[in-house]
């Protein structure tokens, strides 16, 4: 790991939190807290990916015609009964 340093401005509240976790011994440092919440944005936009590319797929099936329109939502779960039954 690369030991490149960064001065960065986060802000009183920011500063506090950081100062908070650090102080609760969860953490031994700001940096610590600071990669801990960059880890998590990572993953949230990882899973923001993919939810936009799952939305582009349903789009393109929309488009295509690949759609099955349902009357009420017993219909709809019945097709899922019914699928989930089939796959096993």
């Known amino acids: 790991m690369s030991n490149a340093k960064k001065s960065i401005v986060v802000g009183d509240h920011f500063e506090l939190f950081i100062d908070e976790q650090v102080s609760s011994g969860r953490y031994n440092n700001a940096s610590e807290v600071v990669r801990a919440g960059l880890r998590l944005l990572e993953r949230d936009e990882l899973q923001l990916s993919e ?38």
């Open 51 to 88: 939810l936009r590319r799952l939305i582009d797929e349903g789009d393109a099936d929309v488009r295509a015609g690949r759609v099955h329109e349902y009357d009420t939502a017993e219909s709809l779960l019945e097709d899922i009964v019914r699928r989930a039954e089939s796959d096993h």
